[in-house]
């Protein structure tokens, strides 16, 4: 999973980026910036607990590739634009970063902040780049020589996604069916991606739970089904880097419960409708994201191609009956542990072990 980290400048996606990747980019640079990659552990609970279990040689947590798209400002060219827009259409998600915090030297450079005012400039930013889009791809499919039926039913069906855009409405509004999306194959509509909301706060917001526009920031998010999470990326970037004891305190002291990470993975796991199942022993102990409803067979290929090629069942148990009954054997006994089918669909939370032959 590729997550894309947007917004305007001096919104603090770059802190934000170092905050959940553990990189250490500058922050205070002005010009045109680079598009950066890194790699975030998913924090999980219940793997420390399957790690203290079982006292494997490995432990491997899930793992969320970020991308930090540099924001454009207005006087920037409309290439330079549209190559940052590339870089977006190609994420899984995008996680628009949006400056609520007060810093005087900041709001001399990009004024007062207004998180909703960026998330609506944004938003229109979205609409208007896929309009350009379907606009050039109507005109190519009436400017041939020939329409072909797909061309003309493709057509047909951008007509309507236009009409929609028009309307200020965004793909993800649009009803299409599975035939519809193959015919849109390729693509990529921006305003059709899943989006999260971070608010980039200071550490007096934070405290307090008050910054500007907040109410109706969040009257519209919820409207419109935006998941929102509140953020002190300086502090929280800060805090990361202390040992887990001071990490714990500090959060503590700050109200929060879970890391950034924690609540950015587990607000991107519900948006895109992701979960995680187990696989344990001495040797390792395993964090596997697949989608909800992933049938066993596909998910044991998420965990080698022979264990899908040659499935014969899966045997299952959850996490939360082990942990609550302290034991696999007692997990037993109550009869909780089940043998499941390739057609059963994964929960988040179970405990799988494959069985196959080939």
Not at 93 to 117: D, I
Not at 196 to 212: C, H, R
């Amino acid at each position: 999973m590729q997550i894309g980290l947007v917004g305007l400048p001096q919104a603090g996606k770059t802190t934000f980026f170092n905050l959940l990747t553990g990189a250490n980019l500058p922050t205070d640079f002005t010009g045109v910036g680079e598009v950066h990659t890194g790699i975030a552990v998913v924090p999980d609970p219940r793997l420390d607990f399957l790690a203290a279990y079982y006292k494997p040689h490995k432990t491997t947590y899930a793992r969320i590739e970020f991308k930090d798209i540099p924001g454009t400002r207005r006087q920037e060219s409309a290439a330079r634009a549209s190559q940052l827009l590339d870089e977006a259409r190609n994420a899984d998600a995008l996680v628009l970063v949006v400056r609520a915090f007060n810093n005087p030297a900041v709001s001399a450079v990009a004024g007062e902040p207004a998180p909703l005012r960026d998330l609506l400039d944004y938003r229109t930013e979205l609409l208007l780049a896929d309009m350009d889009a379907v606009e050039k791809r109507i005109d190519r499919i009436k400017n041939a020589k020939k329409i072909k039926k797909d061309a003309a039913e493709q057509l047909e069906l951008l007509e309507r996604i236009l009409n929609a855009l028009a309307q200020e409405q965004p793909v993800s509004s649009v009803p299409l069916s599975e035939s519809d999306r193959i015919l849109l194959a390729g693509q990529n509509f921006l305003s059709e991606k899943p989006l999260i909301l971070a608010v980039n706060l200071d550490e007096a917001q934070l405290l307090s739970g008050q910054y500007p526009e907040r109410d109706e920031l969040l009257n519209y998010t919820a409207q419109h089904q935006i998941p929102v999470i509140e953020i002190c990326a300086q502090i929280e970037m800060e805090i990361n880097r202390l040992s887990p004891e001071e990490q714990g305190e500090f959060l503590s002291e700050l109200k929060l419960t879970e890391s950034g990470i924690g609540r950015l993975a587990r607000t991107a796991y519900e948006r895109l409708g992701l979960l995680s199942f187990f696989t344990v022993g001495p040797d390792e102990v395993k964090a596997w994201t697949v989608r909800r409803g992933t049938p066993a067979r596909q998910a044991a290929g998420k965990v080698h191609s022979d264990f899908e090629r040659g499935f014969i069942r899966a045997e299952v148990f959850h996490f939360d009956d082990l942990k609550q009954l302290g034991s696999v054997a007692q997990v037993k006994e109550k009869g909780l542990f089940r043998l499941e089918g390739k057609d059963y669909p994964v929960k988040d939370g179970d405990i799988i072990t494959f069985r196959f032959n080939i």
